[in-house]
């Protein structure tokens, strides 16, 4: 039997919508996730993608904070638990709690830490991103809950770490970013202004939740073939950022050369960077945001591209004059050169001069926002964007999981629960509590 | 008064842990009260930390602690603290935009509900809609 084409043979192994008949990777391992924002819940979240059994563990009535925090307030989905049907949870929330069972519990209780220590009995991971100390405190650390389960993968993110001078603070993304060292590298020249720029997704956020899920599966993996044993693993997310610093660093050790801001261009590769288009891809929209003028990524570093650009743009002369892209990647010349290719795109949307470059075999990518992600045909068939019919609120939009595996494929079920949805059957099915011990312990807000 | 790390608001009469939520009062001036005995502190944070305060002031409270713990560790709630927020408004309507429609047209759960409108944790309308 022939063998089919790559394309094909990727289309058939990978469809998303094969998913579900397939198993999962992860389907056996517990997880709790007594996590808030979104360092430590993507970090489940991740593990829940791949199909183990996440618990996330919030406050009584009200969820974490981040449920209230992003993007301004609304559009919401309600209800925010069925306590608080009059409030919703923000979309902020999304793509860090996916796949999870929600449950409710007072971690200040003592019923609440005997109800914890019940469950890390019978769990295989713990992660906590509060800070540093806060559940030792409790009686709810690696050194409490490895006695009653000395198997458990205890993950911890903060910060700045557990132990050192420095540790006691809060973080947040946007600290880890400027601690870490990236704005340092990231935003605009010296001369165009010098400020830096967050980055606008959370990025030290998700990715130290990446490299927590990695670390996690590399400590259940000692476990379960090595030693029979948990592990403590403490995880930094001003290290992580730190971790991204790429030869920032061996520049400095070797040169004491500060590594600096050089915006949307680049410092080795010229042309290979972002323009402004003079004109919006949408004239004719009521909507402000569809009136800004659009962006597009043009890379023709080299001499031969950068010569199809010259033509292109009808600057013939800077082909003469910057021929050689050692000439091209001075500081002093790429002002001179985006500044010609802005100045031909200024009648332009990012659309005409995408089309004018493909003519010339000119690498190009306009800048998509949001609306222009989610039409594309292309990634709506692999289904990296997707509406699904959500059990509880109903038709979403959401990004599916990243990566695709041919025998366990991670898959999205459901996005997000409201606060405590899944009280009675994780607490009746995990510690036998009773319809009357469940009533209770919500009259007492324990739970 | 004694301040804890970063925006914890620790009050001296009391001992009630105040939690400033760091978004609203990350670039704060004003007063705020202790949900414990409804003191009034006057206190100024730019970018997240102290620079002025707390000091006993009077009228009334500019922006509530988002969360606050008595001294036994048990939360304060109720009016005592900053509810959670509410949808703002839409900027070009002026008027909060709840939705019961996706962009597509498909039900969805997108506007405040009441006791009686969920089955368990999910909306009735949500699951009626699927029948």
Known sequence: ?447 | MAINQGLVLTCAKCSTKNFLDPYPFWNFSGNTKCAGCDTLYAVKFVKGQLVSGPTASSGKADLLPGYAEDKTGAGIGGDKIRPAPQSRPDPFSGKQKHVKQSLRGKPLSGSPLKKEDLVGSRPKFIIDSRK
């Open chain 1, 1 to 447: 039997m022939a063998t089919p084409d790559f394309e094909t043979y990727c289309q058939q192994l990978f469809d998303h919508k094969t998913a579900p008949g397939k198993p999962e990777v992860l389907k056996g391992i517990r997880v709790l996730s007594c996590t808030q924002y979104i360092l430590g819940p993507s970090c489940a979240a991740y593990l829940a993608e791949l199909g183990a059994e996440v618990i996330k563990i919030e406050t009584p009535r009200r969820g974490e904070p981040m449920r209230h925090t992003t993007p301004f307030n609304e559009p919401l989905l309600f209800p925010l638990s069925r306590w608080v049907p009059e409030a919703g949870t923000g979309l902020g929330f999304f793509g860090a709690n996916t796949n999870e069972e929600f449950v409710t519990l007072d971690f200040h209780r003592p019923e609440a830490k005997q109800a914890m220590l019940e469950l890390a009995s019978k769990s295989d991971v713990f992660v906590q991103n509060f800070r540093p100390g806060t559940f030792d405190r409790w009686g709810m650390g690696y050194q409490h809950l490895s006695k009653v389960n000395p198997r458990i993968i205890y993950q911890w993110l903060g910060g700045f770490g557990g132990w050192g001078p420095g540790r006691v603070r809060a973080s947040y993304d946007i600290l880890g970013q400027a601690m870490g060292g990236a704005f340092g590298i990231t935003g605009e020249a010296a001369d165009r202004g010098g400020t830096p720029a967050k980055h606008t997704i959370w990025l030290a956020d998700y990715w130290g939740g990446m490299m927590a899920a990695v670390t996690i599966l590399a400590a259940l993996y000692y476990r379960d073939t090595v030693s029979g044993k948990g592990t403590f693993i403490e995880y930094s997310q001003v290290h992580g950022v730190q971790r991204l610093l790429e030869y920032s660093l061996p520049l400095y050790g070797r040169y004491g050369v500060r590594r600096e801001r050089w915006g949307n261009w680049d410092t080795e590769l010229c042309v290979h960077g972002i323009i402004q288009c003079g004109k919006s891809s949408y004239p004719d929209s009521q909507n402000p945001q569809e009136k800004e003028v659009g962006y597009i990524l043009v890379s023709a570093h080299t001499d031969e591209d950068f010569k199809k650009l010259c033509d292109v743009t009808g600057r013939k002369d800077l082909a003469a004059t910057y021929a050689k892209h050692d000439d091209r990647v001075k500081a002093e010349n790429q002002g001179i050169l985006y500044e010609a290719i802005e100045a031909w795109a200024k009648d332009k949307t990012k659309e005409d001069v995408a089309t004018l470059l493909d003519k010339a075999v000119i690498n190009n990518q306009p800048v998509w926002n949001a609306k222009e992600v989610s039409e594309q045909p292309h990634w709506k068939m692999r289904g990296s964007v997707q509406w699904y019919d959500d059990p509880i609120y109903g038709d979403l939009h959401h990004q599916g999981p990243a990566f695709k595996m041919s025998e366990t494929p991670p898959r999205l079920k459901w996005a997000l629960k409201p606060a405590g949805a899944d009280n009675e059957r994780v607490y009746g099915r995990l510690l036998g509590w009773s319809k009357t011990t469940l009533a209770k312990m919500e009259e007492m807000e324990v739970i």
